[in-house]
């Protein structure tokens, strides 16, 4: 019975840590356009893109404190994440962007805004 008791503890403690950490790197916001996605996660001031097309993609963004910049992914890349060091009291406006053969102008998202902070 001991045993049952401690690997119900331990079982328990496993799943807190999991969610814990799951919730706490998740993405803020996401974007997509069809041909990538992309997001912001606020825990570390990550902006990551994927795409699945033989295309360039990118997620743009900016703050409503004046810094912008993008996180730009190619082929044969298939995704990647950007690290900055933003302030913690702002707000970020994200969207995501895909050029290529086939598609003319570029095919981007709706711009989407969320807190920075936590």
């Known amino acids: 019975m001991r045993n049952v008791s401690r690997f119900a503890v331990a079982a328990v403690g496993a799943v807190a840590t999991v969610l814990w950490f799951s919730t706490s790197a998740h993405a803020d916001a996401v974007v ?3 041909y990538a996605y992309g997001g912001f996660i606020s825990y570390g001031d990550k902006v990551w893109v994927e795409h699945y097309e033989g295309r360039t993609s990118s997620v743009e963004w900016y703050t409503n404190y004046g810094r912008s910049d993008s996180c730009s992914v190619t082929t044969p890349e298939v995704s990647k994440t950007c690290n900055y060091d933003m302030r913690e009291d702002g707000t970020i406006t994200i969207w ?3 050029t290529g053969p086939g598609l003319g ?3 981007c998202s709706e711009p989407v805004t969320d807190r920075i902070g936590n």
Request: glycine letters at 22%.
């Open 32 to 34: 997509g356009n069809g």
């Open 96 to 98: 995501v962007c895909t």
């Open 105 to 107: 102008n570029d095919e």
